[in-house]
């Protein structure tokens, strides 16, 4: 019997890849035109690596967050103005100024009426991601909130599941994630036991909205039972 559903929160409950294309536009914006293109290609081939740099523990938030500038701009000692400018604009665009996904509220809010209680796992840094909840009034909706860098341990650590599960106090079996990465999310989950319902818009997943999940854990539920 599912009692607890766990929900990832970038990509899954907002619009985060938008956000983040964004942010990464008007960050860019403070730069000359003329060096847009190796600023881009330095952020594609090097910024998710130094975010697992980050995750690992290898360097702190703020190493991050000035890496992740300073290395686009050609001579990167020489403009720390610079670089503290691009950051602040991108972190207005992914924490301040993000949508939620269709059918989030809704989702909640049912989930709610079930019965369901509700948590948030999610990875990165505490400032930022405190910020999206309070921007998108998430916190009325979850009875425990658990962010990777307050705890410093990530999805897809089995580790990040066994405090959560600790925290709520809860067995594997009464729990549910659902979450957009099949790596982070739905493996991790399953791999300490806790079922899990793949998101994904374009309906590579089980469920493409986030209004039939509600109906997708109902399924879970009932298949405890046979
Ligand atoms: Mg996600």
């Not at 686009?72 to 992914?94: G, H, I, Q, S, Y």
């Not at 930022?128 to 909130?145: P, T, V």
């Not at 997943?205 to 039972?225: C, F, Q, R, T, Y």
Request: charged share 25%; proline share 3%; aromatic share 6%.
């Amino acid at each position: 019997m599912i009692t607890d559903v766990v929900f990832d929160l970038d990509d899954t409950l907002c619009d985060f890849q938008m956000a983040k294309r964004r942010g990464l536009k008007a960050a860019l914006g403070l730069l000359p035109e003329s060096i847009h293109q190796h600023a881009l290609a330095a952020w594609e081939s090097r910024e998710a690596d130094l975010y697992v740099s980050f995750a690992a523990g290898k360097i702190n938030r703020d190493e991050y967050r000035h890496q992740r500038f300073a290395m686009l701009l050609p001579d990167e000692k020489n403009d720390e103005t610079k670089v503290e400018a691009m950051n602040t604009t991108f972190m207005f665009e992914v924490n301040d100024n993000i949508g939620l996904i269709d059918g989030a509220a809704e989702c909640l809010q049912e989930l709610h009426s079930m019965g369901l209680r509700c948590h948030l796992l999610t990875n990165g840094p505490v400032d930022g991601q405190q910020r999206k909840i309070d921007r998108l009034k998430l916190a009325r909706w979850f009875h425990y909130i658990q962010i990777g860098e307050a705890v410093g341990v990530f999805k897809p650590d089995p580790q990040a599941f066994k405090i959560l599960l600790n925290a709520i106090q809860k067995p594997a079996k009464s729990v549910v994630m659902v979450g957009d990465s099949l790596h982070d999310d739905i493996e991790a989950a399953k791999s300490v036991g806790v079922a899990a319902i793949h998101f994904n818009k374009s309906g590579q997943g089980e469920v493409a909205s986030l209004k039939d999940v509600p109906e997708a854990i109902a399924n879970v539920s009932h298949s405890d039972l046979d």
